[in-house]
């Protein structure tokens, strides 16, 4: 069975940290891209961060770029979002993606995580 799982999210004061793990099952993640996304109660889904498979390139969106940081680890299948000095706007649900290289776009994802809430507030 295809499946990737997030894990991480909670609730956490502002300027606080999480860390998202996104971990693959039935297939293998290093020939895709993996993405997270997140959508705000009342938004559209948006981009946050995407991280390459072929040569580990990063792209964060404007919001979080100093803040958060995208790593994986194709041995463990797992790929993570390190969340730091948190602010009440990065309230979402934040979904992790297998997107189809090389792009990084929503239209290209082959399989979605079933999302984890993250909620910053004091």
């Known amino acids: 069975q295809v499946q990737l799982v997030e894990s991480g999210g909670g609730l956490v004061q502002p300027g606080g940290s999480l860390r998202l793990s996104c971990a693959a099952s039935g297939f293998t993640l290093d020939y895709y891209v993996i993405g997270w996304f997140r959508q705000a109660p009342g938004k559209e889904r948006e981009g946050v961060s995407c991280i390459s498979s072929s040569d580990g390139s990063t792209y964060y969106a404007d919001s979080v770029k100093g803040r958060f940081t995208i790593s994986r680890d194709n041995a463990k299948n797992t790929v993570y979002l390190q969340m730091n000095s948190l602010k009440p706007e990065d309230t979402a649900v934040y979904y992790c993606?297998?997107?189809?290289?090389?792009?990084?776009?929503?239209?290209?994802?082959?399989?979605w995580g079933q999302g984890t809430q993250v909620t910053v507030s004091s």
């Open positions: 993606a297998a997107v189809r290289p090389p792009l990084c776009g929503s239209q290209d994802v082959d399989y």
